[in-house]
């Protein structure tokens, strides 16, 4: 009989001893128990609200170990209580065979408790969007880690006939290496030393493989556990032998050398791959865990060498030490892809005082003091976590609170991970790397030759200020075409001059029509520019300071956005606010935490544009909740979306008025709905209210008792509509890879298709289709009796809302046939007694706008506001980002730097659950209980199909030796 097949026969038998007893059943049976009322109950699923399955593996190395040690118990220790294992060791098959038939029998049985279990993931699938690569290698992880137990509690009941001194044994050997890497044991060495404990811990490559890294390294770890206790097992039982006379002293010297040099050699690889970094796999959907081509992009444009300096403290807070390793491996993997050009450093400035007063004076890195307590004691501890990135003489750097995310798990607990390392560290290098660049390598980081095309009149016909000017436009251009090395080239024509087709040409394709110094003269001339790389074309505008310095200064502010290395400055125009020294902002429209945010990659300039007049160095302009925008402010955000800028407008015909005493709506003059109207876009004075919502807290007191309470509750409030899945465009990089956006106090859009068929549209935001319009304003969130108690009820239809859409291509201005306010003011000044002081205005009014301009809006004046995030944060007692990191997504997209902005969509964490009532909730559980039950019962049933099967052909040949005889 071939070896294989007497090994699977040998299995079967083991198999069907489980299942001849209650063991299986009762192993099977408290294994889900145990794991359905851990993740339904302990880790409270529902609460968490993410779509994942990590509570159903979070504690499967601790569950393993009893339960291993249940089913391992016996398997030797019977054979030598009931004197059988001699028996055995006279039988023609080779020790090792009957290792590994009980070692495949036990694992089967795992894997049919596993396979039970697959109810759980399908469950999550349903009900939110699952990434299934995780899932899979939780589950090879827990096969693996079985494996390794199933070795140890072989090994330990072949040395014991007692089955209780197996299962404690067992049970403590296998504890041990539970435990070897605790947070309690690490945190007694430095941080060599506690990376080394962690790396003999079965939880904690475990964990590894679990959260989607599937590395060559934690894998080889359990194979070598099994391998050398399967081996140790052969050795046991092969010794059974030479006590009954077999073998001679040179055989088992044979034997020892061969079981030692296994042994040696499974445990030497292992210190071996720990030097191997690359051979791993990201299973997640988004390649979280991987560099992205985005960044190899970014780190290939380095022109000289980078360094990447970790500071790490050996002790440091519990919740921080194990996220160090990753940390470590993914700036390695920094290294590893940059072909040489990035240097990698890990150092602990505690034990190294130079290191540490450079740190401190040189890059301000200061130690951050944490409060450590145990069972024993409590401790304050200065610890570093900082991440130092060096270019040439540029730095950034990287705290803790910038890398990682703090959720709350369960009550009192928080889960603590690194939000997105790679993003961060990313946008350090590209910020160092931008401050690095000199003006003269302006055109080394412009990929296309970009052309300067000058519509500009005769010297005769142009007023003095811009004759005088003209000369100095040549110098200008001539020394940018010496440096640029072939990536620059001027063409200037003058429209007045031939027979008018230019001036034509020009009309129709930009919509430039001659310029005129005041409303009162006739003479006319042209005086504009643009710069085109044959994808996206920007006018340069003339400069206030007529001069040629300031000229360059334009000229060079319009080609760095052809560019990839330079800081993007964003304007933010949101309404002013009078300080009030005792008391809030009489403004609730406060966008600090918005500032805060796009200051982390952009340069931010607060605009209120009363002069008519777009910032010469403005790349892109936000329009946060505007308020009664006269004229010439219009002017100005008209005239730069046709310059062929972005426009991104947050705003609604309706504002929540929130207080300490009251919540209302009234409406709100923004100044540009005519303006966006004349676009195609049109917001009714109604507010969407969708039964898909976020929570509204409100701080209540009870009485219970006679005692007063305080507590925060949390209503229902369809107001803050909750758009998720197939109400975020998956197709458009702005909104992929946010997981969930709350629209607050939101109005519909309505889009005239005619006025915007020329145009590109995107629609980028959708209200669920339960959702319905209300010209209430009375927002006041509502209390009920109990929980079922329905408080909001639909008005009129029922239907999806657009709450955010984008439009590319070229627009038609508003002011189009209208004359320039900018002139209107003019005339007004030369009437009075200073016209003299008032200056010369030269304006063009561009009545088409270039390809490349684009009209982002959301409509919501309050989604934004820092008043508004905070009380969607204080739901999840964390943060709430994904609103600000819809505009970060906006703006990225909208400059064209897509690596950030890929990088930034890449998900970390897992997606939200759609929401679900509390009976849908009760239904989901029950079901899966249901299922498992089914499964179980399944289970029994092939097997009593099996073993009747069995008894049938036992007895058909009992009868017919019988008979024979």
């Known amino acids: ?114 396979l039970l279990t697959l109810p759980l993931p399908v469950t999550v699938s349903m009900i939110g969007s699952l990434d299934w690569g995780p899932v899979a290698g939780a589950y090879l992880a827990t096969l693996f880690l079985g494996a390794s137990y199933i070795a140890i509690g072989l090994y330990v009941s072949s040395r014991n006939d007692n089955q209780i001194v197996s299962l404690i044994i067992t049970t403590l050997v296998c504890l041990a290496f539970y435990f070897v890497g605790s947070s309690t044991l690490v945190n007694l060495f430095d941080q060599q030393g506690g990376e080394f404990l962690e790396s003999l811990s079965s939880a904690a490559r475990f964990e590894s493989i679990t959260r989607g890294v599937l590395d060559i390294r934690d894998l080889y770890y359990y194979i070598s556990i099994t391998g050398i206790f399967l081996a140790l097992n052969v050795l046991g039982l092969e010794k059974q032998r030479w006590s009954a006379g077999e073998g001679t002293r040179s055989h088992h010297r044979r034997w020892y050398l ?180 000199s003006a003269g390598e302006l055109f080394a980081s412009i990929p296309q030759p970009v052309q300067f095309e000058g519509f500009i009149s005769e010297q005769e016909a142009l007023p003095e200020a811009l004759a005088l000017l003209r000369p100095a436009l040549d110098t200008v251009l001539s020394d940018l075409e010496a440096e640029s090395e072939g990536k620059f080239a001027a063409r200037i024509r003058d429209p007045q001059g031939g027979n008018g087709q230019l001036a034509q040409d020009i009309l129709d394709a930009y919509g430039m029509r001659p310029m005129a110094t005041s409303l009162i003269s006739e003479d006319s ?232 068929s020329h145009l590109q549209r995107t629609d980028l935001l959708f209200s669920s289709a339960d959702s319905w319009l209300s010209d209430d304003l009375d927002v006041t969130p509502r209390f009920g009796e109990t929980q079922d108690t329905v408080l909001w009820e639909p008005q009129g239809d029922t239907e999806k809302e657009l709450l ?38 030269f304006t063009g009014l561009l009545e088409r706008s270039a390809e490349s301009a684009r009209l982002m809006v959301f409509s919501s004046n309050e989604f934004l506001t820092d008043q508004t995030i905070n009380i969607t944060s204080s739901v999840d007692r964390t943060l709430y980002l994904n609103s600000l990191q819809l505009i970060q997504n906006a703006v990225d997209w909208s400059l064209e730097d897509r690596d950030l902005l890929s990088i930034r969509s890449r998900s970390h964490f897992a997606n939200i659950l759609d929401p679900l009532e509390r009976d849908d909730q009760r239904f989901w559980e029950l079901l899966n209980y249901g299922l498992v039950l089914v499964g179980l019962v399944i289970v029994y049933i092939i097997y009593r199909q099996r073993r009747a099967r069995l008894d049938r052909r036992t007895h058909d040949l009992l009868k017919s030796r019988g008979a024979s005889v």
């Open 258 to 437: 061969v079981t030692s040099l296994l042994v040696g050699n499974l445990l030497i690889a292992n210190l071996w791959m720990t030097q191997v970094t690359t051979l791993r796999a990201d299973l997640t959907r988004e390649q979280s865990f991987s560099v992205s081509q985005a960044t190899e992009q970014t780190l290939q444009r380095l022109q000289e060498p980078l360094l990447i300096r970790g500071y790490f403290s050996s002790k440091t807070h519990p919740l921080l030490a194990p996220l160090v390793p990753n940390l470590r491996d993914l700036l390695e993997e920094f290294e590893i892809v940059s072909d040489g050009k990035v240097r990698v450093e890990f150092v602990d400035p505690l034990t190294q005082p130079e290191l540490e007063d450079e740190a401190n004076n040189k890059y301000g890195i200061r130690p951050v003091p944490f409060q450590i307590s145990d069972r024993y004691e409590a401790s304050l501890v200065n610890s570093y976590f900082n991440v130092l990135i060096a270019y040439g003489d540029q730095f950034e750097v990287i705290g803790f609170r910038d890398l990682i995310e703090v959720r709350e798990a369960a009550e009192m607990q928080l889960d603590v991970r690194l939000r997105n390392p790679e993003y961060d560290i990313t946008k350090g290098i590209k910020k160092v790397l931008t401050s690095f660049q």
């Open 804 to 841: 955010g859409l984008v439009l590319e291509g070229r627009f038609n201005s508003y002011f189009a046939g209208k004359p320039s306010p900018l002139l209107n003011s003019q005339k007004g000044d030369e009437e009075t007694e200073d016209a003299d002081s008032a200056g010369e205005v």
């Open 1 to 114: 009989m071939q070896p294989e097949s007497r090994i699977l026969r040998l299995a079967r038998k083991e198999v069907a001893q489980f299942f001849a007893s209650p063991i299986a059943f009762v192993f099977l049976g408290t294994f889900l128990a145990v794991c359905l009322f851990k993740f339904f109950w302990v880790d409270a699923f529902f609460a968490r609200n993410l779509a994942d399955v990590r509570p159903l593996f979070e504690a499967m190395p601790l569950l393993l170990v009893f339960l291993v040690a249940a089913l391992t118990m016996r398997l030797w220790s019977d054979e030598r209580r009931m004197g059988t294992i001699e028996f055995l060791m006279t039988l023609p098959v080779p020790p090792w065979q009957l290792v590994v038939g009980k070692f495949l029998a036990c694992l089967f049985l795992l894997s049919i408790a596993l």
């Open 525 to 756: 001339f042209y005086f504009y520019m643009l710069l085109s790389d044959g994808k996206q074309t920007v006018q340069v505008a003339i400069p206030e300071a007529l001069d040629s310095e300031a000229l360059k200064r334009n000229i060079e502010s319009g080609l760095k956005r052809f560019a990839g290395d330079f800081t993007r400055t964003v304007g933010l125009l949101a309404p002013e606010s009078a300080p009030n020294p005792y008391g809030p902002p009489s403004n609730t429209h406060q966008f600090n935490l918005l500032k805060e945010s796009l200051l982390e990659t952009l340069s931010v300039e607060d605009v209120q544009l009363s002069d008519g007049r777009i910032p010469e160095d403005l790349d892109l302009l936000i329009l946060a909740a505007p308020e009664a925008l006269d004229e010439k402010q219009l002017f100005a955000v008209d005239q730069f979306l046709m310059q062929g800028g972005t426009v991104i407008v947050s705003s609604s015909p309706l504002a929540a008025e929130l207080n300490q005493t009251s919540l209302g709506a009234a409406a709100y003059d923004s100044g540009i709905s005519e303006w966006l109207a004349h676009h195609g876009v049109e917001m009714p004075a109604t507010l969407v209210m969708d039964p898909q919502n976020a929570k509204f807290p409100i701080p209540i007191t009870r009485n219970v008792g006679g005692f007063q309470f305080q507590e925060v509750a949390l209503l229902d409030y369809p107001y803050f509509v909750d758009i998720r899945q197939e109400g975020l465009n998956q197709e458009s990089l702005i909104t992929r890879g946010i997981p969930q956006l709350t629209m607050n106090w939101a109005s519909p859009i309505v889009v005239d298709a005619e006025k915007t």
